[in-house]
């Protein structure tokens, strides 16, 4: 399977941003599809996954803030981001996951001026 994650940019503090990720093929026979991102100098984080069965988890930086999403129909994985906050600059990753695949998107740049 490819992702392709769009939606990134430039964004005031206190604005938002919707992420997509784009599968090649039907997302429903993956077990968890996430998001997560990666600042300078710092190590890949988990943002917010969700299972096939509709359970989701959020890093605590984020609770309230952004929500995900899955459309089967589009075979899209979305990342609704209201309220950033500089600290959420980064680059932004889409994975999915079952026990015989562990893919990843090419990523899309996320910038919240202060």
Do not use: H
């Not at 026979?29 to 984080?45: H, T």
């Not at 995900?68 to 950033?84: E, G, P």
């Amino acid at each position: 399977v490819q992702l392709q994650a769009s939606g990134g940019g430039l964004v005031q503090a206190g604005g938002s941003l919707r992420l997509s990720c784009a599968a090649s093929g039907s997302i429903f026979s993956f077990s968890v599809m996430g998001w997560y991102r990666q600042a300078p100098g710092k190590q890949r984080e988990l943002v917010a996954t969700i299972t096939k069965g509709g359970s989701t988890t959020y890093a605590d930086s984020v609770k309230g803030r952004f929500t995900i999403s899955t459309n089967y129909a589009n075979n899209m994985i979305n990342l609704q981001m209201n309220s950033l906050k500089s600290e959420d600059t980064a680059v932004y990753y889409c994975n999915v996951k079952s026990s015989w695949i562990d893919a990843w998107g090419q990523g899309t740049q996320v910038t919240v001026s202060s």
